[in-house]
């Protein structure tokens, strides 16, 4: 009941503002490190994760907002970002083709894309994007992919961003 109150308090501040505000905060403690045919695979409890294939395969965190039913999104406002490093070195595990279940053969093994893993430059080179925007069961849904670990590959370290204040 508890829930389903907050629930209701929530939908209703959003029709009552009409604009959202919300922060990321992940911990050194939320992503587990295993060790794949040479690579580092990184978790978290979403287990959700970019899909470029044969780019880095790093978490990503995806959250819907219902928002006003005639709302209009103008995009995503960062107001402040704080980075942690991750102690040790990381080769990332290549994003692969998906594998379907129907007793067909493994796709190939997808090597790491050298456009990406050359570069000196974080990835993913962006913080936050809208990747849904539109409406489902008479409710206006927007759904936002959070890159709250992002990846330097020429000096292969992980650092972690904390979130704060988007909107």
Same mark, same amino acid.
């Not at 759904?143 to 330097?152: D, E, R």
């Given at each position: 009941? &508890?829930?389903? !109150?907050?629930?209701?308090?929530?939908?209703?501040?959003?029709?009552?503002?009409?604009? #959202?505000?919300?922060?990321? $905060? *992940?911990?050194?403690?939320?992503?587990?490190?295993?060790?794949?045919?040479?690579?580092?695979?990184?978790?978290?409890?979403?287990?959700?994760?970019?899909?470029?294939?044969?780019?880095?395969?790093?978490?990503?965190? +995806? $959250?819907?907002? $219902? !928002?006003?039913?005639?709302?209009?999104?103008?995009?995503?406002?960062? =107001?402040? +970002?704080?980075?942690? &490093?991750?102690?040790?070195?990381?080769?990332?595990?290549?994003?692969?083709?998906?594998?379907? !279940?129907?007793?067909?053969?493994?796709?190939?093994? *997808?090597?790491? =894309?050298?456009?990406?893993? =050359?570069? =000196?430059?974080?990835?993913?080179?962006?913080?936050?994007? #809208?990747?849904?925007?539109?409406?489902?069961?008479?409710?206006?849904?927007?759904?936002?992919? +959070?890159?709250?670990? $992002?990846?330097?590959?020429?000096?292969?370290? *992980?650092?972690?961003?904390? *979130?704060?204040?988007?909107?």
């Amino acid at each position: 009941m &508890k829930k389903i !109150l907050l629930f209701a308090i929530a939908l209703i501040s959003l029709h009552a503002f009409a604009q #959202i505000s919300d922060s990321n $905060v *992940i911990t050194p403690n939320d992503i587990t490190v295993y060790r794949k045919g040479g690579y580092d695979l990184l978790l978290t409890a979403d287990n959700t994760f970019t899909d470029e294939i044969g780019n880095p395969q790093l978490p990503v965190k +995806i $959250v819907s907002y $219902v !928002l006003p039913y005639n709302s209009t999104v103008t995009g995503i406002t960062i =107001n402040s +970002i704080t980075q942690q &490093k991750l102690d040790s070195n990381y080769y990332i595990f290549p994003v692969q083709q998906p594998r379907v !279940l129907d007793g067909s053969p493994t796709p190939p093994f *997808i090597e790491p =894309n050298p456009e990406v893993y =050359n570069l =000196n430059t974080p990835y993913p080179n962006k913080t936050a994007e #809208i990747i849904n925007d539109g409406y489902a069961h008479g409710y206006h849904v927007v759904t936002v992919a +959070i890159y709250s670990v $992002v990846y330097y590959h020429a000096d292969r370290e *992980i650092y972690l961003r904390d *979130i704060e204040n988007f909107s």
